[in-house]
């Protein structure tokens, strides 16, 4: 006759919870980083008018007497032209034709800054992705190494 035992530790459980656990962390991960994509998209499609350089000089000294800026980085800067598209993309919506918006994309990092009242507006947080180019393939996705299946319980005689 055989007979099973079966101890009462529950160490597949544990092990459930750590799959589960990863598997959240994973999902959480992929969303978060499409909504910064999607956001950083939406800014670059977004019309502008490129300043010159007197224009840049300006406004980054003006920027930096009210907010502390990056470095050694030179932003991209833009003057708005129709708020209405930032609106209808929910970027900025208190942008005001004339505005400037400074982008530090390696600092994920918009300002929005309004030269008529000489305040910074918004600081937004955006992660701006450029396109892939056609001759290269794009990365494939990391993959999860699947986790071992847990062990039988022992057969005892």
């Known amino acids: ?4 035992s079966h101890t009462n530790n529950d160490k597949g459980g ?3 919870m750590k799959i589960l656990a990863v ?11 499409a909504g910064n994509i999607y956001l950083g998209l939406r800014l670059m499609s977004v019309p502008q008018i490129i300043p010159t350089q007197d224009i840049m000089a300006e406004t980054l000294a003006a920027v930096g007497n009210l907010v502390e800026l990056p470095q ?7 003057t708005v032209e129709d708020p ?3 609106k209808k993309q929910g970027l900025f919506p208190t942008a005001l034709k004339g505005d400037m918006i400074l982008v530090y994309p390696e600092e994920k990092k ?10 910074v507006v918004e600081i937004s947080v ?10 290269t393939s ?3 996705a990391p993959t999860p190494e699947p986790m071992p299946a847990p062990a039988a319980p022992p057969i005892s005689p």
Request: proline share 10%.
């Open 72 to 78: 050694g980085v030179v932003p991209t800067i833009a």
């Open 23 to 33: 598997i959240a962390l994973i999902v959480y991960s992929l969303f978060s980083t």
């Open 84 to 86: 209405e598209i930032l």
């Open 110 to 119: 918009a300002i929005l800054y309004r030269p008529s009242t000489n305040k």
């Open 138 to 140: 794009p990365a494939p």
């Open 126 to 135: 955006v992660s701006l992705v450029q396109e892939p180019q056609a001759e």
């Open 14 to 16: 544990g092990l459930v």
């Open 1 to 4: 006759m055989v007979r099973f």
